[in-house]
């Protein structure tokens, strides 16, 4: 069965630190990967999503960028984190069907 | 257009009562509308879907209604159990990556 990770699980960084946010998928083969990103008590922003290796499509310009070295793995990062960039951020997984499989989640919070 | 309207934001319903979330859209092209379930700390997940040639679709207490003239569909909750208190979110897709959610709605079934 497929199985999606992410990690860490909570993260608490000051204004202007870098960020990485891992994320796995285990139990297939070439998954359309997505980042999104949930603001407390919103709905979901899109912000990336991968077709390929190397194959990257950003739907919203800020400060995020992803990356995705392996088949079954998509990580997020920033340079220099700002306040507006604290939220849940999401990782998906999607082969075929249009069903997403969500990861259990990184709830960061930017002091 | 490419929003997917959802109402009400929020809903309380009482134990045993039913639970209804409607969500409306402008793109015909749309045709795979899913709902989705998600628990406060968790990812969302698929709870149940439809495709435009159908009315109706069922699924244990959660029942789907389409209305393609109208360009809206709902989610019916029947015999709502307080362990179905969570956020829905609504929606489209047309068949590329790109998946268009509603705001959400908050859910509280009340003992």
């Known amino acids: 069965s497929q199985t999606i990770h992410q990690w860490p699980a909570t993260l608490v960084q000051p204004v202007g630190s870098p960020l990485s946010l891992e994320c796995t998928v285990e139990g297939t083969s070439n998954p359309n990967l997505y980042w999104y990103r949930q603001a407390a008590g919103r709905g979901l922003q899109l912000l990336f999503y991968?077709?390929?290796?190397?194959?990257i499509s950003s739907e919203v310009p800020q400060n995020l960028s992803a990356s995705r070295p392996q088949d079954r793995q998509f990580i997020l990062s920033s340079k220099k984190l700002l306040l507006s960039d604290s939220g849940f951020y999401l990782c998906?997984?999607?082969?075929?069907?249009?069903?997403?499989?969500f990861g259990p989640g990184t709830r960061l919070t930017v002091l | 257009q490419q929003q997917v309207k959802q109402s009400p934001q929020s809903l309380i319903v009482q134990k045993g009562g039913i639970s209804i979330i409607n969500c409306a859209y402008e793109n015909t092209a749309f045709d795979y509308f899913p709902w989705y379930q998600q628990f406060p700390g968790k990812g969302p997940a698929l709870l149940i879907a439809?495709?435009?040639d159908v009315s109706e679709k069922k699924e244990g207490r959660f029942t789907i209604s389409f209305n393609k003239s109208a360009k809206q569909f709902s989610l019916h909750i029947m015999d709502s159990q307080p362990g179905d208190s969570a956020t829905y979110f609504c929606?489209?897709?047309?068949?590329?990556?790109?998946?268009?959610w509603g705001a959400g709605t908050k859910l509280i079934i009340k003992p």
């Open positions: 439809i495709r435009p």
């Open positions: 998906a997984w999607s082969v075929l069907r249009r069903e997403r499989f």
């Open positions: 929606a489209a897709s047309s068949g590329n990556y790109q998946l268009i």
């Open positions: 991968s077709v390929g290796i190397g194959q």
